[in-house]
């Protein structure tokens, strides 16, 4: 199966109004990815774009219904996580993410490999260093991706069980300078 990663928003929390972010992940069996790609192939032609990509917010309600109808008719599956940034206090997320650091290191003892000792001293600065709108767009993320691991497993597992085999992660990342650069594609 192919599962396809994009976020929308800012996750941004500055806003005094109610700002809506997003982080969204289309499941594509393999046996129907090459057939749905031409059939959106042909639809995707009629859609506005934005530097060569097909943006959701600039579709009219016709063409999202014309997206959704396509999918309707596969057996693909689509999850969501969002989050309003107007629900969140800054230093309640803070709390957050300085507890999580520190579960990096809270077990280690003299007994665990030093190589151990290295690797999550690493990852709690990186996370401790994360600011609060990429902690909070990595919070929504991983939400994200423990429902589609376990909603896909028990949906495909009853419908088509080979599509277990392998898991094709396509997520849209963008490099610092906000190009896109191509999807990264992340196998199993």
Do not use: C
């Not at 919070?139 to 376990?150: C, S, W």
């Not at 597992?157 to 085999?165: F, G, I, T």
């Amino acid at each position: 199966m192919h599962i396809f990663i994009d976020e929308s928003g800012n996750f941004t929390l500055t806003a005094p109004r109610h700002r809506i972010s997003a982080v969204g992940a289309l499941t594509i069996p393999d046996a129907i990815l090459g057939s749905l790609e031409k059939k959106y192939a042909k639809i995707r032609s009629d859609l506005p774009m934005e530097n060569g990509e097909v943006k959701g917010r600039s579709l009219s309600e016709n063409q999202i219904a014309g997206v959704a109808s396509l999918l309707a008719r596969h057996q693909v599956l689509f999850a969501i996580t969002i989050s309003d940034t107007a629900l969140h206090r800054p230093a309640d997320l803070a709390v957050h993410q300085k507890t999580q650091a520190e579960k990096f290191t809270h077990q280690l003892t003299p007994a665990h490999h030093p190589t151990l000792h290295t690797a999550m001293w690493d990852f709690r600065k990186r996370l401790e260093q994360m600011t609060p709108q990429l902690y909070l767009q990595s919070i929504v993320t991983f939400d994200l991706i423990e429902r589609v691991l376990q909603q896909n497993t028990l949906f495909y597992s009853q419908r088509s069980p080979k599509e277990l085999a392998a898991f094709h992660w396509v997520i849209d990342g963008k490099d610092r300078n906000g190009d896109v650069p191509g999807p990264v594609e992340l196998e199993n």
